[in-house]
């Protein structure tokens, strides 16, 4: 089993930055891909960034390319989502997941972290 905590979140002016953690323990080795999800009220739950851990490869939704990156400390068994010149429409809960290699889905999930950008 793997087991993700989430922490940051915040409000924060148009414009400016937020960092988000996410922690991974348990069965950490059996994690395929890790990722950043996020769900503003009435709309959609969307994608945002992942990572591959075993490569280190990373993907980025376009909504979020060349303001959003998916920084790590293996280390730390820690995975951030590093949030710059943030918009309104940024305005979400964020999820961190983590999809296990014998998955096609991401199975465990974080408990969620409200982010809000004001204008």
């Known amino acids: 089993q793997v087991q993700l905590v989430e922490s940051g979140g915040g409000l924060v002016q148009a414009g400016g930055s937020l960092r988000l953690s996410c922690s991974f323990s348990?069965?950490?080795?059996?994690?395929?891909?890790m990722a950043w999800f996020r769900q503003a009220p009435g709309k959609e739950r969307e994608s945002v960034a992942r990572?591959?851990?075993?490569?280190?490869?990373?993907y980025y939704a376009d909504s979020v390319k060349g303001r959003f990156t998916i920084p790590r400390d293996s280390a730390k068994r820690t995975v951030y989502l590093q949030m710059n010149s943030l918009k309104p429409e940024d305005t979400a809960v964020y999820y961190c997941?983590?999809?296990?290699?014998?998955?096609?889905?991401?199975?465990?999930w974080g408990q969620g972290t409200q982010v809000t950008v004001s204008s």
């Open positions: 997941a983590a999809r296990v290699e014998t998955s096609t889905q991401y199975g465990y």
């Open positions: 348990g069965r950490t080795f059996s994690i395929d891909y």
């Open positions: 990572i591959r851990r075993t490569t280190g490869s990373t």
